[in-house]
């Protein structure tokens, strides 16, 4: 039985399996390495983040992203954004260097069994570890409007769900939401010729500004410090604190992980979406239909009626939602024992274990708990060095041999993570 199996093979998978080597831990990863980064983002898209707020996390600090670029004749410099390319070649240099071997194989099912977890691979093969981080990333929790479910993928799919984007050109495509990714798909389209408009319900879009140089006047340091999250104290707060981030009152973390850092445009892609793309503001889709196989949209605005548009396909870039319902991978009887928060956001203790002991979460699921940094590569560093000293300490605890690795019982979600994991431990 081994210490720790890691499910997902993403920054946040390879930065924790790295860290549990590190410390000694047998431990084991499934997942396609950096599966999102070269299955789902489009040939062409460049990353948010600086390059120097884009390192996955190894223990001695030897394998950033600077360090591949130096080896790889490429760039990573401040101020100027990296492809995706090169990010998820990245990653790949990582897993050789840092990471066991990674066991490409998807999983299929996480269940208990005495002493710990069982998880079954796509292959229907059984492998058991006392304890288990998931790092699914993103994709289990693609959030598409309402209004557009009755329609079929041939009409309809989210931003995520696209790694060529050629398909549409020459089409009508429209693309909804407001924030980096509507814009930058959208400019991705219009660059190859295809018709695209843009819907967002906000009144104006909203930019990121050019950052400032790295090298500057103290003074203006002190006034708005560089982060992993761009400048300003309270970006620095999430970026570089995340564990102080936990302690705000739960009602605050679940508001600012859910507001801030909002729809926004990178500052390079501004010139390429106003000078190309058709964008209407103030409207949000209420019914979606097909009308001679093409997608009728009807939007409101101000709360009045709008306009109606037809399109060959809609991309939905409207987001993520990190439900626990939607860790559809976990067993029935584990997954219902999660502790949630009013958003049924899974909490995490202060080393980001579940309220399921020895069930670690990492990632965009753990965001309600630890800030907005979790959204982003940047939050995987902090991740890593918690959450392994949290399965050590998991791993020196008496285990629950019983077959159902009994959860706290009575309600646990009107307990704080660390409330459940004391009253389970005795």
Not at 352 to 367: I, R
Request: with cysteine.
């Amino acid at each position: 039985m081994h210490d720790l199996l890691v499910v997902g093979a993403g920054p946040y998978g390879l930065s924790i399996a790295s860290h549990a080597a590190g410390a000694g831990l047998d431990v084991r990863v499934f997942g396609r390495p950096m599966a999102s980064w070269r299955d789902h983002m489009p040939r062409g898209m460049l990353l948010k983040s600086e390059p120097w707020a884009s390192n996955l996390s190894d223990p001695r600090h030897r394998y950033g992203l600077a360090a591949y670029c130096d080896r790889h004749g490429a760039r990573a410099r401040h101020g100027e954004p990296v492809s995706v390319e090169t990010f998820a070649s990245y990653g790949l240099w990582f897993a050789q260097h840092a990471v066991p071997d990674v066991d490409e194989r998807m999983v299929a099912s996480v269940g208990a069994c005495p002493g710990g977890f069982e998880v079954v691979t796509e292959d229907g093969r059984a492998v058991r570890a006392r304890t288990v981080a998931l790092a699914v990333g993103v994709l289990p929790f693609v959030e598409i409007p309402p209004a557009l479910h009755g329609l079929g993928t041939e009409h309809v799919s989210h931003s995520s769900h696209h790694r060529d984007l050629t398909r549409f050109r020459d089409r009508d495509v429209t693309v909804i939401g407001g924030g980096q990714a509507a814009l930058e798909t959208a400019a991705l389209l219009a660059e190859q010729g295809t018709r695209v408009r843009v819907l967002a319900r906000s009144r104006r879009l909203n930019w990121n500004s050019v950052p400032p140089a790295w090298q500057r006047p103290w003074w203006e340091s002190a006034r708005a410090p560089h982060s992993g999250l761009g400048c300003g104290w309270r970006n620095w707060f999430y970026a570089e604190v995340p564990g102080g981030f936990r302690r705000l009152p739960e009602a605050t973390r679940a508001r600012v992980s859910a507001s801030a850092l909002g729809p926004a445009g990178a500052w390079w892609v501004r010139d390429r979406v106003e000078s190309r793309v058709d964008v209407r503001l103030d409207h949000e889709v209420v019914e979606a239909s097909l009308a001679a196989g093409r997608v009728r949209l009807a939007t409101v605005g101000n709360a009045s009626g709008g306009p109606d548009f037809e399109t060959d396909h809609v991309i939905a870039a409207t987001g993520f939602r990190a439900t626990s319902a939607r860790l559809g991978l976990l067993a029935p009887d584990v997954r219902g024992a999660l502790a949630v928060n009013a958003a049924q956001e899974p909490r995490a203790s202060a080393e980001f274990e579940s309220s399921y002991p020895g069930l670690f979460l990492a990632g965009l699921v753990t965001a309600s708990s630890f800030g907005p940094a979790m959204r982003f590569v940047h939050g995987a560093s902090f991740t890593a060095r918690r959450l392994v000293r949290g399965v050590r300490r998991s791993l020196r605890r008496e285990p629950l041999d019983t077959p159902g690795r009994q959860a706290p019982r009575g309600n646990p979600g009107s307990r704080e993570p660390d409330q459940v994991m004391r009253s389970a431990n005795g």
